[in-house]
């Protein structure tokens, strides 16, 4: 897999601001190792298996694709390169593309099963994940939305604050 943590761009600005703030640094920097570890360990054992089954290098690449998405660094195309560029005009560009990227590889005719069935593994487990958030939310006693008509549908709320826990696929 292909690592760039985050770019200088992403990160200068709220990172000299907020790392000041004492015990934040070691935080962060123990979040983005412990992300990198577990994109990491996905990739290995997907690649072990993709090679033991014949998998081309075509078929792996793109499952790769798949778990960086997954794991919110979608790939930028053809602005793969201004990277840092869309960073100043949007928030986390790669986030962004993942959350396109994720559904449009599982619906793709043309993407290769082993990268369909990737995306439905990660959109199926992180749906799984949130059900199970809301309901144990919902049974502690949280206001959770429950109509699937509302605009707050999914969404707990706390006095007059919404917290939507998808991170925006809800």
Do not use: C, H
């Amino acid at each position: 897999i292909e690592e760039r943590l985050t770019t200088r761009a992403e990160n200068s600005y709220i990172n000299n601001l907020v790392l000041k703030i004492p015990g934040l640094k070691r935080s962060q920097a123990v979040y983005t190792l412990t992300l990198a570890k577990a994109r990491l360990e996905t990739a290995s054992r997907a690649y072990t298996k993709l090679r033991a089954s014949g998998a081309t290098a075509d078929e792996i690449s793109e499952v790769m694709k798949v778990i960086n998405a997954a794991t919110g660094r979608g790939p930028l195309g053809p602005l793969e390169g201004s990277g840092d560029l869309m960073s100043l005009l949007l928030f986390a560009p790669r986030l962004f593309a993942a959350k396109l990227y994720l559904p449009w590889k599982l619906l793709d005719p043309m993407a290769s099963k082993a990268a369909r069935l990737e995306a439905g593994r990660a959109l199926l487990g992180g749906a799984a994940f949130t059900a199970s958030l809301l309901g144990a939310a919902k049974m502690s006693g949280m206001d959770i939305e429950l109509d699937p008509r509302s605009a707050n549908w999914g969404k707990k709320k706390v006095g007059a604050t919404l917290m939507d826990v998808t991170g925006g696929y809800g």
